[in-house]
């Protein structure tokens, strides 16, 4: 069964920085898509950043220039650079597989127990 473990979360002051890791099991990982997501109280489920099977990164709008998204098979691991954090990038963050539909990302159903992200002011 694919299971997907993340981890690096913590608590920093905003503008710190924090790096999240994926680590993946159960799948051929270098033929995934991948996506980190985020989730806070109160809002839905939203896409932060992907990456291709060959390496090529998406990230949403109200990340860019903080996050960078990248990905090493040989570990079968993904991983989330996040840079100058703000207040509103607390949430759980998870990451997923995901294929391209259309104009947008879906992910599969084997979603991880995500990773606690918390930005003091």
């Known amino acids: 069964q694919v299971q997907l473990v993340e981890s690096g979360g913590g608590l920093v002051q905003a503008g710190g920085s924090l790096r999240l890791s994926c680590a993946g099991s159960?799948?051929?990982?270098?033929?995934?898509?991948m996506a980190w997501y985020r989730q806070s109280p109160g809002k839905q489920r939203e896409l932060v950043a992907t990456i291709s099977r060959s390496g090529t990164t998406t990230y949403e709008d109200f990340v860019k220039g903080r996050f960078t998204m990248s990905r090493d098979n040989a570990k079968n691991t993904v991983y989330l650079q996040m840079n100058n954090l703000k207040p509103e990038d607390t949430a759980a963050y998870y990451c997923n597989v995901v294929i391209r539909h259309s104009e947008t990302w879906v992910p599969s159903e084997y979603w991880g127990q995500g990773t606690q992200v918390s930005v003091s002011s």
């Open positions: 159960g799948l051929i990982f270098s033929a995934v898509n």
